[in-house]
T-cell receptor, first 110, second 111 residues
Framework: DTAVSQTPKYLVTQMGNDKSIKCEQN?????MYWYKQDSKKFLKIMFS???????INETVPNRFSPKSPDKAHLNLHINSLELGDSAVYFC?????????FGPGTRLTVT | KQEVTQIPAALSVPEGENLVLNCSFT??????LQWFRQDPGKGLTSLLL?????REQTSGRLNASLDKSSGRSTLYIAASQPGDSATYLC??????????FGTGTRLTVIP
């Protein structure tokens, strides 16, 4: 009965590859997010998305793209992976502005 | 641009002590402020959410206060326990879907 789930939990891949991280929420929330937590543990929002609007943090490279097949899912696609993409990526959802986070996906680019 | 700072960066206390974690933000035009805890290698767990019109929220041994005009929030933990050891993050919401996180306070409660 996990509220926000992500797969995979760990992802190790080589530079230049394309990968996806999946996120699902069963809370019925309207808005979903992707965050990046860097090696210094600083969390920064990448995207927020509801069924009407995608808001992109302008610092996010266009190699990153969120894709939402339906209201309960927001997947993150990353093209041409770089070493600096190594981080923990968190998905979250919210209703009435309280956020609920997934367990995170640790991405390592070699 | 909103900047959120948490002091101290790390804190160690003996079990049973009461403690206060601090969060400050530069832009007082916020919708709400949320406190989270993060255990090593885990996701974030929401602890308390304070709307901009509220002064405080309480949940069990936790009490969070908000002084929007001065750009400050505190998280008070009463009678600390080893299980409280974690990193505590505050985050402020500005705009509809924008959340800014603080740098976190790593708390260790010593048995």
């Amino acid at each position: 009965d996990t509220a926000v789930s992500q797969t995979p939990k760990y992802l190790v891949t080589q530079m230049g590859n394309d990968k996806s991280i999946k996120c699902e929420q069963n809370l019925g929330h309207d808005t979903m997010y992707w965050y990046k937590q860097d090696s210094k543990k600083f969390l920064k929002i990448m995207f927020s998305y509801n069924n009407k609007e995608l808001i992109i943090n302008e610092t996010v490279p266009n190699r990153f793209s969120p894709k939402s097949p339906d209201k309960a899912h927001l997947n993150l696609h990353i093209n041409s992976l770089e070493l600096g993409d190594s981080a923990v990526y968190f998905c979250a959802s919210s209703q009435y502005h309280e956020q609920y986070f997934g367990p995170g996906t640790r991405l390592t680019v070699t | 641009k909103q900047e959120v700072t948490q002091i101290p960066a790390a804190l160690s206390v003996p079990e049973g002590e009461n403690l206060v974690l601090n969060c400050s933000f530069t832009d007082s035009a916020i919708y709400n402020l949320q406190w989270f805890r993060q255990d090593p290698g885990k996701g974030l767990t929401s602890l308390l959410l304070i709307q901009s019109s509220q002064r405080e929220q309480t949940s069990g041994r936790l009490n969070a206060s908000l002084d929007k005009s001065s750009g400050r929030s505190t998280l008070y933990i009463a009678a600390s326990q080893p299980g409280d050891s974690a990193t505590y993050l505050c985050a402020v919401r500005t705009g509809a879907n924008n959340l800014f996180f603080g740098t976190g306070t790593r708390l260790t409660v010593i048995p």
